[in-house]
């Protein structure tokens, strides 16, 4: 008796020391909400932006929002979440049914050799205390997946809302590039025909030919390369909209595109999904690291058992029975030091998921930073090109008329003309950069769609 009244003081004082901190399973959870707090404003500012609740807030296109209703209607992945959340719900109620007392009723039936048969019944009720809120925590802990699932289906939902709005916009600029790619091959193809006609008037030589025709064959394998891009594409958007083939309308344009409004990081931050789920991951895991060092301490649990046994099956159920109480102190004493290892073990995890939410914080504060400083460049560099353009374009019908007059060589003609569709394709290119990038500043800022 001296041993076990020795141990229980000891035991407690060591969990107490060890992990009193971790006791209320609140630790690291405050430290990750101290960090994003601690991120005072944004490096970079868009005079431009506005503010927004989602992505398609951005965008102004019945045809995309179809899309976009149809992928989250049909994606298999996002039915794989949804039923994540359904599991965890179960999950919930399952640990709840801890708390609760337990009853269980069973009936047995004896049969001896020349006598009448017996029948047995027992009614046991048992609870277990929850003066650690050991039971509580636990509960929580499953709560805490339950909203860490809700979350991780959110952020696959934003996730493939941005996805079929990329996919769209590059479906834009594979046409608009198919269509610059069949222009530039017209106009080859007439430099050929150019050169045919100088030759038979005598005002040219057809050393020239063969460059020509090299660049027609060029432009030629390129344009397949852009309509085998084009059918990868609107694959791709299939597989997003949960069907089997997709068919872009063979005319559509990039559509207006709004730049989402930056303005103070934690609540920024704090929107996203993602970052949701990470500090979730944490919230688990301090209430699993405060239930691991509550199983250091007693337990208690209270029992009430109902007997009874006759020969006839209504009394051994219904006739008064033995009744019997049962008081449980479970104090652990020795298991080989595993409980403490378990318990520093479930600490470690805490701190280990710490730092995965600071990884991803830190993640999640570059994207917003990539994004603000990708829409000032691609703004700056879309401007250039765009007067690149319109002065190469001046020269292009000036370069084509001095050619016929023998004015210019046909290489100053071709060089003029590269530049001019080179200049279109990157233009376009420029167009679909800016308009994915806002997109994605508006997922890193949290923007999703409606849950």
Same mark, same amino acid.
């Given at each position: 008796?001296?041993?076990?009244?020795?141990?229980?003081?000891?035991?407690?004082?060591?969990?107490?020391?060890?992990?009193?901190?971790?006791?209320?399973?609140?630790?690291?959870?405050?430290?990750?909400?101290?960090?994003?707090?601690?991120?005072?404003?944004?490096?970079?500012?868009?005079?431009?932006?506005?503010?927004?609740?989602?992505?398609?807030?951005?965008?102004?296109?019945?045809?995309?929002?179809?899309?976009?209703?149809?992928?989250?209607?049909?994606?298999? $992945? #996002?039915?794989?979440?949804?039923? +994540?959340? &359904?599991? @965890? !719900?179960?999950?919930? =109620?399952?640990?709840?049914? *801890?708390?609760?007392?337990?009853?269980?009723?069973?009936?047995?039936?004896?049969?001896?050799?020349?006598?009448?048969?017996?029948?047995?019944?027992?009614?046991?009720?048992?609870?277990?205390?929850?003066?650690?809120?050991?039971?509580?925590?636990?509960?929580?802990?499953?709560?805490? $997946? #339950?909203?860490?699932?809700?979350? +991780?289906? &959110?952020? @696959? !939902?934003?996730?493939? =809302?941005?996805?079929?709005? *990329?996919?769209?916009?590059?479906?834009?600029?594979?046409?608009?590039?198919?269509?610059?790619?069949?222009?530039?091959?017209?106009?080859?193809?007439?430099?050929?025909?150019?050169?045919?006609?100088?030759?038979?008037?005598?005002?040219?030589?057809?050393?020239?030919?063969?460059?020509?025709?090299?660049?027609?064959?060029?432009?030629?394998?390129?344009?397949?390369?852009?309509?085998?891009?084009?059918?990868?594409?609107?694959?791709?958007?299939?597989?997003?909209?949960?069907?089997?083939?997709?068919?872009?309308?063979?005319?559509?344009?990039?559509?207006?595109?709004?730049?989402?409004?930056?303005?103070?990081?934690?609540?920024?931050?704090?929107?996203?999904?993602?970052?949701?789920?990470?500090?979730?991951?944490?919230?688990?895991?301090?209430?699993?690291?405060?239930?691991?060092?509550?199983?250091?301490?007693?337990?208690?649990?209270?029992?009430?058992?109902?007997?009874?046994?006759?020969?006839?099956?209504?009394?051994?159920?219904?006739?008064?029975?033995?009744?019997?109480?049962?008081?449980?102190?479970?104090?652990?004493?020795?298991?080989?030091?595993?409980?403490?290892?378990?318990?520093?073990?479930?600490?470690?995890?805490?701190?280990?998921?710490?730092?995965?939410?600071?990884?991803?914080?830190?993640?999640?504060?570059?994207?917003?930073?990539?994004?603000?400083?990708?829409?000032?460049?691609?703004?700056?560099?879309?401007?250039?090109?765009?007067?690149?353009?319109?002065?190469?374009?001046?020269?292009?019908?000036?370069?084509?008329?001095?050619?016929?007059?023998?004015?210019?060589?046909?290489?100053?003609?071709?060089?003029?003309?590269?530049?001019?569709?080179?200049?279109?394709?990157?233009?376009?290119?420029?167009?679909?950069?800016?308009?994915?990038?806002?997109?994605?500043?508006?997922?890193?800022?949290?923007?999703?769609?409606?849950?």
């Amino acid at each position: 008796m001296l041993k076990l009244t020795f141990k229980f003081p000891a035991l407690c004082t060591i969990a107490m020391l060890s992990g009193c901190a971790a006791l209320d399973g609140t630790r690291f959870a405050e430290q990750s909400t101290e960090s994003l707090n601690s991120i005072s404003e944004w490096q970079q500012q868009i005079p431009s932006a506005s503010e927004k609740t989602y992505l398609t807030d951005l965008i102004h296109s019945e045809a995309l929002e179809v899309l976009i209703q149809q992928g989250l209607s049909n994606n298999p $992945g #996002l039915q794989q979440t949804a039923l +994540a959340i &359904q599991i @965890a !719900r179960e999950n919930v =109620a399952n640990v709840r049914g *801890d708390q609760l007392p337990q009853a269980s009723l069973s009936v047995s039936q004896n049969n001896t050799e020349g006598s009448d048969a017996v029948y047995q019944s027992s009614l046991d009720v048992s609870w277990t205390l929850d003066w650690l809120q050991k039971l509580q925590d636990s509960a929580d802990a499953s709560q805490a $997946g #339950l909203a860490s699932s809700i979350a +991780a289906d &959110q952020y @696959a !939902r934003d996730l493939l =809302a941005s996805s079929i709005i *990329d996919i769209w916009f590059q479906l834009v600029q594979q046409s608009q590039l198919i269509d610059i790619e069949r222009t530039r091959l017209r106009v080859l193809e007439q430099n050929e025909q150019t050169i045919v006609e100088r030759y038979r008037k005598g005002l040219d030589e057809l050393t020239d030919l063969d460059s020509a025709r090299s660049q027609s064959a060029s432009s030629r394998a390129t344009l397949v390369a852009y309509l085998q891009g084009h059918k990868t594409l609107q694959r791709s958007m299939a597989a997003l909209l949960g069907k089997t083939e997709y068919s872009s309308p063979e005319s559509i344009s990039f559509p207006q595109v709004q730049i989402p409004l930056a303005s103070v990081p934690a609540q920024d931050l704090g929107r996203r999904p993602d970052l949701q789920q990470a500090y979730l991951n944490i919230r688990i895991a301090d209430l699993n690291s405060a239930v691991a060092y509550k199983n250091l301490l007693p337990s208690l649990s209270l029992g009430l058992s109902l007997s009874q046994s006759n020969s006839a099956l209504r009394d051994a159920l219904f006739t008064s029975p033995a009744w019997s109480v049962l008081n449980q102190l479970t104090i652990p004493l020795f298991q080989g030091g595993s409980l403490r290892a378990q318990a520093r073990q479930a600490d470690l995890t805490a701190e280990q998921t710490y730092w995965a939410y600071q990884e991803k914080l830190l993640a999640a504060v570059q994207e917003v930073e990539n994004a603000l400083g990708q829409e000032n460049a691609l703004s700056a560099q879309q401007a250039h090109i765009s007067d690149a353009l319109n002065n190469a374009e001046r020269s292009f019908e000036t370069y084509q008329t001095k050619y016929r007059q023998g004015l210019v060589t046909f290489l100053d003609l071709l060089t003029i003309q590269t530049q001019t569709f080179d200049l279109r394709v990157q233009k376009t290119q420029l167009t679909y950069a800016r308009l994915s990038n806002r997109i994605t500043l508006g997922l890193a800022l949290g923007l999703g769609v409606k849950s």
